[in-house]
């Protein structure tokens, strides 16, 4: 059974930065493509980024990118997510999850479904002056 508890999240304001933090357990974060989704108010689940196992190489989503950094640590079986430049369209409910149609399919589709539809609580990113 894939788990995740996500942390990190917060009410900051535009410009300022947060860091996102996810443990995972039932599977180890390097065995897999493992990514970050957001769910805003009255949309869809949605990829922002993801690490892809197999290309070893991060992918995000074009709204996000030179902003967000994602990152594995194998040590602590969890992922983050450096999001540097926050604004408004950043907020939502952030999730890491594995990706149910792989990291490159899932961010250029912005397909937002996890692998068994295992998703933990996630943590709530309000960006606003």
């Known amino acids: 059974q894939l788990q995740y508890v996500e942390s990190g999240g917060g009410l900051v304001q535009p410009g300022e930065s947060l860091t996102l933090s996810c443990v995972a357990s039932g599977f180890t974060v390097d065995a897999y493509d493992i990514g970050w989704f957001r769910q805003a108010p009255g949309r869809e689940r949605e990829v922002v980024s993801c690490?892809?196992?197999?290309?070893?190489?991060?992918y995000y989503e074009d709204s996000v990118k030179g902003r967000f950094t994602i990152s594995r640590d194998f040590a602590k079986n969890s992922v983050h997510l450096h999001m540097t430049e926050l604004k408004p369209e950043d907020s939502g409910v952030y999730y890491c999850?594995?990706?149910?149609?792989?990291?490159?399919?899932?961010?250029?589709?912005?397909?937002?479904?996890?692998?068994?539809?295992?998703w933990g609580r996630g943590t709530q990113v309000t960006v606003s002056s």
């Open positions: 999850a594995v990706p149910a149609m792989g990291c490159l399919y899932s961010i250029t589709t912005g397909t937002g479904g996890s692998l068994y539809d295992s």
């Open positions: 690490f892809s196992r197999g290309e070893n190489t991060p």
